[in-house]
């Protein structure tokens, strides 16, 4: 007999930087080892195009002289300084069963894999965070080379791996990511008709995401998740949510056109 339940299961992934904290988990690591250049570095590597989008920091922690000290321990500790926005333990709990609906929830993420399970701890199991993983010197410690980094394609490649290993279509899957190096993913997301949303302003990103939305609070993810897979309408979202304690105070749907006009030519009438 077919397993009903596979036809309501669901993996949702999500990014980690910026998606479930407020900051880049680089920027966290270069204040506590006292480098005050951490964007103009990332940005050089982004100009020169040396390293896929995302794997900005693992580069440097294997080639940049003063990242070269940080240490597994560095990493565990910057997990916990991290800030990360409200009710993750929440949104994993609610994931689990919506109205007979389950979504199993990844982290897919080029931050350190220590710092993502350090700063989930208790929310998110390990084996479902997918972070950069580095293989160390077994004498000092020392980071010796990268085994897996999960960004641009690498996002995709986890993804992939991990649908094949659930009974579920491919229309349902769910990726939630806040920047350029989530473009990849979120277009072959796209492709197989799942749901894509952007939590940041970022131009390319909002572009190509089915869905943006703007919150210091995760639980804001299940909002088009509730309307566009589930079908919910606004007042049963409502409800939703105030059964769970929380009222939607505010809930602005905007939509932005951006436009620029260049003149090819002189045009009658026009202002010049």
Do not use: C
Not at 23 to 47: C, P, Q, T
Not at 137 to 145: C, K, N, R, Y
């Amino acid at each position: 007999m077919k397993d009903v339940r596979a036809t309501r299961s669901y993996l949702l992934f999500s990014d980690f930087d910026q998606t479930l904290s407020f900051h880049d988990s680089g920027n966290v690591l270069a204040e506590m080892i006292g480098v005050k250049d951490f964007h103009e570095r990332v940005a050089g590597l982004s100009e020169i195009h040396l390293v896929q989008q995302g794997g900005e920091l693992a580069y440097l922690l294997l080639h940049d002289p003063e990242f070269r000290k940080v240490r597994r321990e560095h990493l565990i500790e910057v997990g916990k300084r991290v800030r990360l926005k409200a009710n993750i333990p929440l949104l994993a709990k609610l994931l689990d069963d919506i109205d007979g609906h389950r979504f199993t929830f990844y982290v897919v993420s080029a931050a350190p894999q220590e710092v993502i399970e350090s700063a989930l701890e208790g929310m998110v199991p390990p084996g479902h965070i997918f972070g950069t993983r580095f293989r160390y010197a077994a004498a000092t410690g020392e980071i010796e080379s990268i085994v897996s980094l999960p960004a641009g394609y690498g996002k995709v490649a986890v993804v992939d791996r991990l649908r094949s290993d659930a009974p579920i279509s491919y229309d349902r899957l769910v990726y939630v990511g806040d920047g350029s190096s989530d473009l990849h993913v979120m277009l072959h997301v796209n492709r197989l008709d799942g749901l894509t949303i952007a939590v940041s302003e970022n131009r390319y990103i909002t572009q190509v995401a089915s869905r943006t939305v703007l919150s210091d609070d995760t639980l804001s993810v299940l909002v088009p998740i509730l309307e566009d897979l589930l079908g919910w309408n606004s007042t049963k979202i409502r409800l939703f949510f105030e059964s769970h304690g929380f009222a939607l105070r505010e809930w602005d749907k905007i939509r932005t056109d951006t436009v620029t006009f260049f003149a090819t030519a002189p045009v009658e009438g026009s202002v010049q």
